[in-house]
């Protein structure tokens, strides 16, 4: 790559950036937090009037929900694999083409349009693109339905571009060791896995805990949408790393 | 009182945190936005959040590579909300700045900047955290939400188009 040009483009950067100075700049302090909305006397009141009923008509279902929800089984939405879709594969910003077509994967992307990138499917008859998910890769990870369509555990596999080319997704643990496979894990960022009910899932570490055994997990889910995987918050997960193969929902001694 | 004790010393750090960034990050805004009253409201907005938040922060070490990611993610925001009101793309290039700033900018940096403006978002992003910003590919990584090798895939791609963006207007 150019150095002139990257040394031009830090000289125009610079100089459009210090056309701001400290002069420029209208606010002078540090703003004051916000009140937040809950705390104002009317909404206040609403709240209290709200718990009320809560307390008295709802606490025993919501519990019941509360301990299905804990479970986070499949959402029951069995997707209709494509056999062609647009998503942001290489993580540029822009839509890219993926098809499925004589038993390849092929990936256009739009930043190079005159190169399909090719994988050749394993099982090649009756398969369908589910969608695109973030599984920790440089970019995004292509999710293949296997034989029947069914998003199982058993009928999916994943593949993404790697080193300018396409390929799959392998686990990064072994198989032996887990009881739901992990797929491409950032240690500290992101861990994503398929739950035994076929449900993908993707977990957001806190860097602040690397290193730690006991960790707080954002998870959420992936649900599978006319050729498109939608995020769905989960909630905090507890993950202790020595003993559970994933994140699970956190026990009574667990906490966040 | 140890609570309220780390809290006066989160809001102190937040503060100083103000006074030491408050200026790179506007400017990081400016570069994002091209607009200095919104790069100015996005910053604002941005410490406003962190004090909402008593200046709490897991990790104040931190707090700068917060700071920068939050500036990103409101001006990703700002940008939306800017095109969705006025329903189509504006031509952004150095013309949004002020005839004076642009008076100002020499023929090659006013011709670069356009050329950066007719980026993806995600390219513009990365070319300016790494060569305005001085990140690293992990610094990157972490400001955006994405792995350091989108981050290399995305810049490299993104100086490929710059170069050939210049190419052609200079042809």
């Known amino acids: 790559m150019s150095t002139a040009l990257e040394n031009q483009l830090v000289a125009a950067l610079r100089a459009r950036a210090e056309l701001v100075g400290p002069e420029d700049l209208q606010h002078l302090t540090l703003p004051l937090p916000a009140p937040q909305r809950w705390r104002r006397p009317a909404v206040m009141a609403l709240v209290a009037a709200a718990a009320a009923v809560v307390v008295a008509v709802a606490v025993p279902l919501v519990l019941k929900a509360e301990q299905r929800s804990d479970r986070a089984g499949p959402t029951g939405s069995i997707p209709t694999p494509v056999t062609a879709l647009t998503g942001d594969v290489d993580g540029d910003g822009e839509s890219d083409r993926v ?3 004589h038993g390849q994967l092929r990936v256009t992307l739009a930043a190079d349009p005159s190169h399909t990138r090719v994988a050749n499917l394993s099982n ?28 199982a555990r058993t009928g999916w596999s994943v593949y993404a571009l790697r080193d300018g080319g396409l390929g799959p997704v392998y686990l990064s643990a072994s198989r032996a060791q887990v009881q739901e496979p992990t797929l491409g894990q950032i240690p500290g960022r992101l861990v994503s896995w398929i739950t035994t009910t076929g449900e993908l899932m993707s977990g957001l570490l806190d860097p602040a805990q690397q290193g730690e055994q006991q960790l707080s997990v954002t998870v959420r889910r992936y649900v599978p949408l006319r050729g498109r995987l939608r995020q769905e918050r989960v909630g905090q997960w507890c993950w202790d790393t020595a003993t559970q193969p994933v994140p699970a929902p956190c026990t009574g001694d667990q906490v966040h | 009182m140890p609570v309220s004790m780390d809290r006066a010393t989160a809001r102190l750090d937040l503060a100083e945190l103000y006074v030491v960034h408050r200026l790179s990050l506007v400017r990081l805004a400016t570069l994002l936005v091209d607009d200095r009253a919104t790069a100015e409201d996005v910053v604002q907005d941005v410490f406003a959040g962190l004090a909402t938040r008593d200046g709490s922060l897991r990790d104040p070490d931190k707090a700068l590579a917060y700071l920068r990611k939050a500036v990103v993610n409101r001006s990703r925001s700002a940008l939306r909300r800017r095109r969705t009101a006025r329903g189509y793309v504006p031509p952004r290039g150095v013309e949004a700045a002020g005839p004076d700033e642009r008076a100002v900018l020499a023929e090659e940096h006013r011709e670069i900047l ?4 007719r980026l993806a978002p995600r390219q513009r992003e990365v070319l300016l955290l790494r060569y305005w910003s001085g990140l690293s590919e992990a610094e990157i990584a972490a400001a955006l939400g994405i792995s350091r090798g989108s981050v290399k895939s995305t810049a490299g791609r993104a100086l490929g188009r710059l170069e050939k963006i210049m190419e052609s207007t200079q042809t």
């Open chain 1, 99 to 101: 098809e499925i077509l």
């Open chain 1, 124 to 151: 090649s008859s009756d398969v369908g693109l589910v969608g695109l998910a973030d599984v920790g890769g440089p970019g995004q990870g292509i999710v293949v339905a296997g034989p029947g369509g069914r998003f």
């Open chain 2, 114 to 117: 356009a050329a950066l403006e």
